[in-house]
């Protein structure tokens, strides 16, 4: 009755739930033997371990695998327009992008061009019957052979001056001729003579040239 009535005697009563008055020494933790904890660090390492192997929860259920990826669907084919400009791209812009880089590669363009006329000209054959143009140089006259054709007119023969060249670019020999009026003081040339003439100064307002002399006489 004396324990009933006086609860602060009785420590079992006090104390709160699931803490209980130890009546003994407690129990010690269950201790890991070295020998297992090197054959889990080896499982771990070589990948023995099933659980990290196979990815699976503790439960055993299976992961959900994941859906796999779409296919992406094969570019269009480009049309030939679309084909010249990625291959105008892919070669580089031909214009310069500048006004300097413009008026620089006009330059180069103009050497080129330069270049390659004088490589033409220097392999430029002429041949047949006639006489090829003169080459013309700042203050010396011009000479040409040609053939008398009439000498009716006093102190003037006209001359015809055959050319022979062959075509730039079909190489095919080209003749043409053209006339000139030409002075003759002494009235020496007759028609069918071949003769040399020379550039001089306007004697009237078609003679600009004057006879030199006289290289074969007609038969």
């Known amino acids: 009755?004396?324990?009933?009535?006086?609860?602060e005697t009785n420590p079992e009563q006090d104390a709160p739930a699931g803490e209980g008055v130890p009546t003994g020494a407690p129990e010690a933790a269950p201790d890991p033997s070295p020998v297992g904890a090197e054959e889990a660090a080896a499982a771990a390492a070589s990948?023995?371990?099933?659980?990290?192997?196979?990815g699976e929860p503790e439960g055993g259920?299976?992961?959900?695998?994941?859906p796999a990826a779409p296919a992406e669907p094969a570019p269009p084919p480009l049309t030939p327009h679309e084909r010249r400009v990625a291959a105008r791209a892919k070669r580089g812009t031909r214009r310069g992008a500048t006004p300097e880089e413009r008026t620089e590669l006009r330059r180069q363009k103009a050497v080129a061009r330069r270049r390659r006329r004088e490589q033409e000209r220097a392999k430029k054959t002429t041949k047949g019957e006639g006489t090829p143009p003169a080459e013309h140089?700042?203050?010396?006259?011009?000479?040409?052979?040609?053939?008398?054709?009439s000498d009716k007119?006093?102190?003037t023969i006209t001359v015809r001056i055959d050319i022979a060249k062959r075509h730039r670019r079909y190489r095919k020999i080209v003749r043409s001729?053209?006339?000139l009026h030409a002075h003759d003081e002494r009235n020496d040339a007759n028609a069918g003579d071949l003769v040399r003439v020379v550039e001089c100064r306007p004697m009237s307002r078609t003679k600009r040239w004057r006879l030199v002399e006289i290289l074969e006489r007609a038969k």
Do not use: F, H, I, Y
């Open 137 to 149: 140089a700042p203050g010396t006259p011009q000479v040409r052979l040609g053939k008398v054709v």
């Open 1 to 7: 009755m004396a324990d009933q009535e006086n609860p």
């Open 153 to 155: 007119a006093d102190k």
């Open 61 to 66: 259920a299976a992961a959900p695998a994941e």
């Open 47 to 54: 990948g023995d371990d099933p659980e990290a192997s196979t």
């Open 177 to 179: 001729s053209s006339t």
